[in-house]
């Protein structure tokens, strides 16, 4: 069975929801008005002022999903057309080296406690304060924290637009933290997902859909990674020269399921004694993994390695990339493995099928069932020709569908869409005022459609 489509993007209407159904719920929050905000967007008319101002952010910069997303669109965004404040709110991991490098990105720290704290609520006034000075126009937060801590602060503080972006299905989350941030996020004006399967999940539990936009994940081509000399590296981690190499990339967390990718490991190495297995990546469940590892008898096939920054140069040693999560949004790990010409193999869940093609770019196999993905492993690493087929067809497929520059320009738009319907509402509001009220179902209109990009309405 083939995957999903993931040819286009779903992309929130340019309608302010939460500052379009009436003036009372803006001017509630008592500190900015209408006319505060128009401010934001009526400056010198310079270059510098004509740039859209955006500030992202996230927790903070450690190896992840969501960090190298926003690592890689802070670095790739047009820098003539948006001036970028890149907020965080723990100042540490290993991307904040890419990071340093350009000194063009703002990078405020607003160093949060527990949400419900006088420091935070110290950080708060400093957010609307640094938002208000700066004239930011998009606030665009990432993740559970910085969307609970970032989007009602921007609304209080009168940001024209304020984004909420959510990467997994929640199933990690606590039932309060899934109540709030559903409740947060209807103060957004869009809630920015990076998987069809992510937005099914947050319509299921109440999301409105035409608020939702759906921009995937994805990655450098193969020619603009910079892959050192992979010479050494089976040497330095303790491997022997020869033998099929099998990767897990993974934070090592209960969601992940490599529990069960070591049941499968046992039963492929019975059968192909000579492969040999790399758990990349680190995590509050790393030592029971290892007893796990060493009690099944693979403590000489299965190196933890800990996190690596040196991904690109792994994956053009192994044979296969296995990725045996319970829950998950769109995987940079499949993305880098496929684009990297390595065979993949997911679990059956979350965002998976809508970059796998079972059969075609890789095989898809049922969470928590060790046999089936031993099978499956055992498959590809006895059929070098298949293994083959997935890999030129999971490069293809990357290059086609996934590829950073598309991400990119579908993130350039949508803010674009939304800061134009922002003056559109700002327009017609001054309308209003002179000519009276303008009825419900005339307010507000749908930008045209894009290239690339599918509108809801």
Known sequence: MKSKKAETATVCPGAHRWSRSSESRTESYGQVTRSDARQFLL????????????????????????????????????AGRFDLHLACLRNFGELRQELDKISRIHRPVFDIGKLYSLRTLGEAIRLARYIRKKGIQIVHAYGLYPNIFAVPVARIAGAPIVIASIRDCGDILKPWQRWLQKIVCRMADCVL?????????????????????????????????????????????????SGPLVLVLSRLNRMKGVEYFLDAAKIVAAEVPEARFLIVGDGAIRQELQSQAANL?????????????????????????????????????????????????????GGNPEIIEDGVSGLLVPPRDSETLADAMLTVLKN??????????????IADVFSLERSLREIERLYQTLIEG?????????????????????????PAKTSGVRLTS
């Open 43 to 78: 400056r010198d008319d310079t270059a510098e002022s004509a740039r859209i101002r955006v500030l992202t952010m996230i927790t903070s910069f450690q190896i992840g999903g969501t960090e190298r997303q926003v690592t890689n669109v802070s670095l790739g965004l047009d």
């Open 193 to 241: 997902v990076n998987a069809d399967a992510i937005r099914d999940a947050l319509i299921s539990q109440g999301y409105r859909p035409d608020n939702i936009a759906v921009i995937r994940n994805a990655i450098a081509q193969p020619e603009a990674i910079e892959i050192n000399e992979s010479s050494g590296i089976r040497q330095e981690l303790g491997l022997t020269q």
């Open 297 to 349: 008898g693979l403590a000489d096939k299965i190196v933890f390695t800990g996190f690596r920054t040196d991904v690109p140069r792994l994956l053009s040693e192994v044979s296969l990339s296995v990725l045996p999560s319970l829950s998950e949004g769109l995987s940079n790990t499949l993305l880098e493995s496929m684009a990297a010409g390595v065979p993949v193999i997911a679990t059956w869940v």
């Open 384 to 397: 070098p020709g298949l293994a083959a087929k997935f890999a030129v067809a999971g490069k293809h497929r």
């Open 422 to 446: 922002s003056d559109h509402r700002r327009s017609s509001s001054n309308e209003d005022s002179a000519d009276g009220p303008v009825p419900a179902a005339a307010q507000g209109t749908q």
